[in-house]
């Protein structure tokens, strides 16, 4: 409340006031990146299937260098507060603001989705409440403290998050390894093979390298196309606090997933001295591995913590995420398209109303999804965001031939084909909707959806004939430069 009081403006309320510094707007970054959902999800795929569960740690963490030196500055010299900003510097705004808006809410959704599934989780875990019970409460909280506080709270919330969480994770690392007894080398030989293989990365194996490309693929390219971590470059007041903030952000980022493997490994050796755990029975999706180490080697106290900050990691990265997808509502298509004349309070409205929106709909899809691994589930979300927002990104930043038609018929194309291989795939298709085999055999279809994406925008602008895109085609260029 102390927050969204002090929103007056639009700058304040989509970008935070861009009164951060470097070092402030990298803390934000890292909290917006640092879910539960997938320190949860990464540290059960890690203990369930070993080094195959690395692949996500890994891919989360790979796409921040590309960020840095493709993305940052020109992101902050063009845009104002959304993606379509970006593109509108070049293309007509109607249009690509219908493009950008339906690329940014299924990523949200996925991506809140996800968060729901670990609250939902570790309510059931602490509390024995039922699991949709569980998730429907705390989606209800999240809405309201997006509703409540705004970007401001969010900015805040994320910096005092990404500090508590790294030193809790840091904690827990270092309280495992001298439980273990082990030197770090040996932690990482202890066997898996005791631990039934989770459905997410067994069907990787089974599929073989292309499968596992196609992953790397959507986890490479996706931090790129994220809606909250867009907003981070907004919130800034020049290009070189974008760079810095980027440049921090890999730093504490790339520390964080360094300890979440850690984790993961420490549980599993934990297993290995005490075979009667299984860490499976909790939750079938793997997604309490961490607070089953911290009880086993600190006990209900550092459970406690544990899971405390997990909690507020959650409601905070939920806020984040309900914020950017409900501004591409109010920003990119009300104010834009629907309603040009609006006034800033009328925004706000449509803003609150997109967050009740969409927390219904993830919570929808949370239910739907409850028994998959949360970092499974970012996995898709990153697949939407690789798929869509990163071409469109790279083609309207770095190639002078893009046009409104190629960025629309294009950027809709793919993003109609990531939704429909992930509804046939198995996370939906077999999970969620009890069918025997998928339609669409990859766990993650980046490889294929990205592919198309940037040809079919290609194609479209240069089979573009209209004097429209000849503008385009013809409009000075260097200002990206």
Same mark, same amino acid.
């Given at each position: ?105 299924? *990523? +949200?959704? =996925?991506?809140?989705?996800?968060? /729901? %599934?670990?609250? !939902?989780? $570790?309510? &059931? ?37 990404? *500090? +508590?969480? =790294?030193?809790?994770?840091?904690? /827990? %690392?270092?309280? !495992?390894? $001298?439980? &273990? ?47 909250? %971590? ?252």
């Amino acid at each position: 409340m102390w927050s969204g009081r002090r929103i007056r403006t639009a700058a304040e309320f989509y970008a935070s006031g861009r009164d951060n510094g470097g070092i402030r707007n990298g803390l934000a970054i890292t909290g917006d990146y640092l879910s539960a959902a997938s320190f949860l999800g990464i540290a059960g795929m890690i203990a369930l299937s070993g080094y195959h569960g690395l692949l996500y740690a890994v891919g989360f963490f790979a796409g921040w260098p590309l960020i840095l030196v493709l993305f940052a500055e020109r992101l902050r010299r063009l845009g104002r507060f959304t993606l379509t900003d970006i593109l509108a510097v070049r293309l007509q705004r109607s249009a690509v603001a219908r493009v950008a808006m339906a690329a940014s809410v299924p *990523v +949200v959704v =996925l991506y809140l989705a996800a968060q /729901l %599934v670990a609250a !939902g989780h $570790l309510a &059931a875990y602490l509390f024995s409440l039922p699991y949709i019970g569980s998730v429907v409460v705390i989606g209800i909280l999240t809405a309201l403290l997006g509703i409540a506080g705004g970007l401001l709270f969010s900015t805040r919330a994320q910096v005092v998050k990404a *500090v +508590v969480m =790294l030193l809790t994770t840091l904690l /827990l %690392v270092v309280m !495992g390894l $001298l439980q &273990a007894d082990v030197d770090i080398t040996t932690l990482f030989a202890s066997d898996h093979k005791q631990q039934p293989l989770l459905l997410a990365t067994s069907a990787l194996q089974e599929q073989g390298a292309l499968s596992q490309l196609s992953l790397g693929v959507a986890l490479l390219f996706g931090t790129a196309g994220l809606p909250h %971590v867009l907003t981070r470059f907004f919130s800034v007041a020049d290009p070189r606090r974008a760079r810095m903030s980027v440049f921090y952000a890999t730093g504490f980022i790339g520390g964080f997933y360094l300890l979440t493997f850690v984790v993961g490994y420490a549980a599993l050796r934990l297993l290995d001295l005490h075979p009667e755990m299984n860490i499976s029975v909790a939750n079938n999706g793997g997604n309490l591995v961490a607070l089953q180490l911290a009880l086993g080697v600190g006990g209900p106290i550092l459970t406690g913590l544990l899971a405390a900050v997990l909690f507020v990691v959650l409601i905070s990265v939920m806020t984040a995420l309900l914020l950017s997808g409900a501004s591409a509502i109010s920003h990119d298509w009300y104010a834009v398209t629907v309603n040009p004349g609006r006034s800033y309070y009328k925004q706000r409205f449509i803003h609150s109303s997109s967050v009740v929106g969409l927390i219904l709909f993830a919570t929808l899809v949370a239910i739907l999804m409850r028994g998959q691994n949360v970092a499974y589930i970012v996995g898709l979300a990153f697949a939407i965001a690789a798929s869509v927002s990163f071409p469109l990104l790279t083609l309207a930043l770095y190639w002078k031939g893009l046009t409104t038609r190629g960025a629309v018929i294009g950027g809709g194309l793919s993003l109609s084909l990531v939704l429909l291989c992930i509804v046939f795939g198995p996370a939906i298709w077999v999970d969620g909707f009890g069918f025997s085999e998928p339609i669409f055999a990859w766990s993650n279809p980046a490889l294929l959806s990205v592919t198309i994406g940037f040809v079919a925008i290609v194609y479209f602008s240069l089979s573009d004939r209209s004097e429209l895109g000849a503008h385009e085609r013809q409009q000075e260029f260097s200002q990206l430069d």
